[in-house]
């Protein structure tokens, strides 16, 4: 017996019955020789870690401000570390595979944008500009991401379930307690319950770290939170965080679903409603989206209408438009925000320009 068929032994031993089984995975697009040692989940988490190289540039990728000075803001990558440790935790307690369960939160947003959700919008304008019938969402990126970029566009050949769980983890604005409604996800009940906590975790792990980050550079004062909610939640960011994992366990365990108590759930949801009225509409961040749809924008319509550009940038210019546009749209949302940046000063400002 090899140390794979072992660990897969412990696992249908241990895990819930509802958990998913490295052995019984669906599989992989390209049919590979199995792991002597690794689990077919713990090979996903690898390849995500070692061989994406776009995992690597989210370390250059913000969250929420565009440009921070600060330097104990949180990034993409950050945030991703922090939706796997909360995620993992939460499989952890509730005997789901942990494996799993890491391998999506690890390559959740490896097709975010620069520049945030800001960047996201903006490219999904500029891109509709040449493709009227397309669209660009970070979660689909993610998984064409880790399917036809990476490895020179041989993809990472991930399982099933690690890809699944990739591309049905956003939410959007909805409520938590739609979130924990599997039938809101994209395919609905086709992702696996360690998908469905990767998209739980997301959602606990960014409105607190967001709420940090406002209250690190100032943005915010603790006295400008809403007393019931502090209360609900607790004071500080270890307690709100803990709360809420701790309130997803305690009404989980054994079942094949997701649940929260009444209370944790609208806190939780007043606490997303604050953020965006109170922070993500400000008039600062306003101003930034509109940098950023600046530079986005011309960007792409440099390399649409630029062949030398898109050839130094992309190494080849396609004749067809709607590829000229795709490779466009995956090379602009591979871009970290400082090259992002720097490629704009370059095509668009005088050379004497300072930086």
Request: aromatic share 6%; proline share 3%.
């Amino acid at each position: 017996m090899t140390i794979r068929e072992r660990l897969e032994e412990i696992e249908q031993q241990t895990l819930s019955p509802h958990a998913a089984l490295s052995a019984d995975s669906v599989g992989r697009e390209v049919a590979e020789a199995a792991c002597l040692v690794r689990t077919a989940y713990q090979r996903d988490r690898d390849r995500v870690i070692h061989l994406c190289r776009a995992f690597r540039r989210l370390a250059y990728k913000t969250q929420v401000f565009i440009s921070p000075t600060e330097d104990h803001l949180h990034t993409r990558l950050s945030h991703t570390l922090e939706v796997s440790q909360v995620a993992r935790t939460i499989a952890k307690a509730l005997r789901l595979n942990e494996d799993l369960t890491e391998a999506i939160a690890l390559g959740h947003d490896v097709g975010h944008t620069p520049f945030g959700h800001s960047g996201e919008a903006a490219l999904d304008e500029a891109y509709r500009g040449y493709e009227p019938e397309g669209s660009f969402k970070h979660q689909e990126h993610s998984l064409r991401v880790v399917d036809c970029i990476e490895r020179d566009a041989a993809g990472l050949n991930l399982t099933w379930e690690t890809r699944q769980g990739i591309v049905q983890h956003s939410k959007g604005q909805a409520n938590l307690a739609q979130v924990l409604d599997a039938g809101v996800l994209a395919g609905g009940s086709q992702n696996t319950l360690e998908g469905l906590v990767v998209s739980v975790a997301d959602r606990i792990a960014y409105v607190n770290h967001d709420l940090d980050d406002c209250l690190r550079v100032g943005l915010l004062q603790p006295d400008d939170l809403p007393a019931g909610l502090v209360g609900r939640l607790g004071e500080d960011h270890s307690t709100r965080v803990g709360t809420m994992v701790e309130d997803i366990i305690a009404h989980s365990i054994d079942l094949p679903r997701l649940a929260m108590s009444t209370a944790v759930v609208e806190a939780a949801d007043e606490l997303k409603t604050f953020l965006f009225e109170s922070v993500y509409e400000r008039e600062e961040l306003v101003e930034d989206r509109e940098k950023v749809r600046g530079i986005i924008g011309n960007l792409f319509t440099l390399y649409m209408d630029n062949d030398d550009a898109l050839m130094e940038a992309c190494g080849r210019v396609p004749c067809d438009g709607s590829a000229r546009s795709r490779l466009v749209c995956d090379y602009i949302a591979g871009m970290t925000d400082r090259f992002a940046a720097n490629q704009y000063v370059k095509h668009f400002l005088p050379s004497s320009f300072p930086t």
